[in-house]
């Protein structure tokens, strides 16, 4: 029995959801650890397609327990949404359990995610909207309100009694916004609460118990390690930790707890929002990635910004996170070009680098130096075994696996879970 954490190596919606889907088969527990419904995870299962925004991809699985952990945070309306709607297309959600401990996205979060973005205009993040930030920035500030305080109507209405007016002053002076009274908050959320209730859990005593009794645990990742907020372009980042240090932070256990940890990576690169990206192509290289891998976002439909795959970030984000092995996602999307180009250095300031420098102007500033790959024009969606990639698919997987110095576990060929060359165990570490 193993616990494996399945994160981003690039900056999200590097194709997650569907490794998380595949391992979950075989997992006793999956916990997600950090993020919140900024993120978008898409699972196709025959026809279905189901959207996964907070609740853990391994949801689609009956006999699998899902734990929103300590680390996330839960805007209490999409998770009922997120409930109701998988409750209507027939999936069990017997199993899903949120920790007492996750910070709650109030509706005030939520309002000033939005002013604060708008507020800063051409410096705005491009943040998902979703409140993520201002609700993390409480939990820093120690005036967070946590899942406990809201299934708890008085102990919710006495944390807001002392949050509100703090954040009173915000909405009226700073963007003069309406107030919001205490109940008005309450009448709210207060529709959540009866859903929310019988699901919450001690989150960190579930996942030590799980580890204790040697079960097969999933940490499922959200967003890339390049939003990470310590480790990220910031400030154009968001506000958690995307990296696998954080499935322990997140949870409860302890550094030595994580047996492997899966880098997921797309066969090139995409971003949504503000900042530095020294591998975008603007020309019609970066046009092409978009429409071939339809590149919109999930959770807020933005035409995500595209460039080649970039090995100097992967051999930095197989380092931050201790990537046991890489699952490379999308290969197929490049099946018609006659050449790919993979960034393996930068120049910056007159000397050559392989890794991302950690100040974001000296990143900005980096130019990629690039080299060129035979394309296989053909198609790879059938691919099922190694030996089912024609040489040059074959050589491109190889380089990238040397440039970033890791082992390549498993390819995506299209988006189905069958689609999968499997190339070693991942959870083998
Ligand atoms: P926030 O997480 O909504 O605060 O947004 C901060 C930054 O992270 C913005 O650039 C978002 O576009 C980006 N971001 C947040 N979640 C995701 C994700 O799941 N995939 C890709 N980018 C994300």
């Not at 954490?5 to 999200?12: K, P």
């Not at 107030?179 to 960190?204: H, K, S, W």
């Not at 995500?304 to 990537?323: E, H, K, P």
Request: glycine share 10%; aromatic share 6%; net charge negative.
């Amino acid at each position: 029995m193993s616990t494996t954490a399945i994160v981003g190596t690039q900056w999200g919606d590097e194709g997650k959801g569907r490794f998380c889907d595949v391992l979950a088969e075989d997992s006793d527990l999956v916990v997600r650890f950090q993020g919140g419904n900024n993120a978008g995870h898409t699972v196709v299962v025959g026809d279905e397609v189901f959207k996964f925004h907070l609740v853990p991809s391994g949801i689609l699985r009956p006999e699998t327990i899902c734990l929103l952990a300590d680390g996330t945070v839960i805007d209490p309306k999409v998770l009922c949404s997120e409930i109701e709607e998988l409750r209507g297309r027939g999936i069990d959600t017997e199993g899903l359990k949120v920790s007492g401990s996750a910070h709650v996205i109030m509706p005030y979060h939520v309002l000033l995610d939005q002013l604060e973005e708008r507020s800063k205009g051409d410096r705005a993040i491009g943040t998902t909207a979703r409140g993520i930030g201002p609700c993390y920035a409480d939990k820093a500030s120690r005036v967070g309100i946590r899942v406990w305080d809201l299934v708890d109507r008085d102990r919710l209405a006495r944390q807001l009694g002392q949050v509100l007016p703090r954040v009173n002053v915000l909405l009226e002076h700073l963007y003069d916004a309406d107030a919001m009274t205490v109940d008005e908050v309450i009448d709210q959320v207060a529709p959540f609460m009866g859903t929310i209730e019988p699901l919450v859990v001690d989150g960190r005593a579930l996942v030590m118990d799980a580890v204790a009794s040697d079960a097969e645990v999933l940490f499922e990742g959200a967003q890339g390690t390049f939003i990470d907020l310590d480790h990220g372009t910031y400030p154009f980042v968001t506000s958690s930790h995307p990296i696998s240090g954080a499935a322990t932070i997140g949870t409860g256990l302890g550094p030595l707890d994580l047996d492997a940890v899966l880098g997921i990576a797309k066969s090139y690169t995409t971003r949504v929002g503000a900042g530095p990206f020294p591998a975008e192509a603007f020309d019609e290289d970066g046009d092409r990635l978009r429409e071939s891998g339809a590149e919109f976002g999930t959770t807020t439909g933005r035409a995500r910004r595209c460039g080649w795959f970039d090995s100097c970030m992967l051999r930095t984000a197989v380092r931050i996170n201790s990537v046991s092995s890489l699952a490379l996602t999308k290969l197929d999307v490049l099946d018609e070009l006659e050449t790919i180009r993979v960034v393996t250095a930068y120049e910056l300031d007159g000397e050559l680098i392989d890794y991302v420098p950690s100040d974001p102007e000296a990143f900005g500033r980096c130019v990629p130096v690039y080299e060129d790959f035979a394309g296989w024009q053909e198609s790879l969606v059938e691919a099922r075994e190694l030996d089912d990639l024609p040489a040059s698919a074959h050589n491109y997987v190889e380089a990238i696996s040397t440039l970033v110095e890791a082992p390549i576990s498993a390819i995506a060929v299209g988006p189905e879970r069958e689609q999968t060359v499997w190339v070693e165990d991942p959870a083998e570490g």
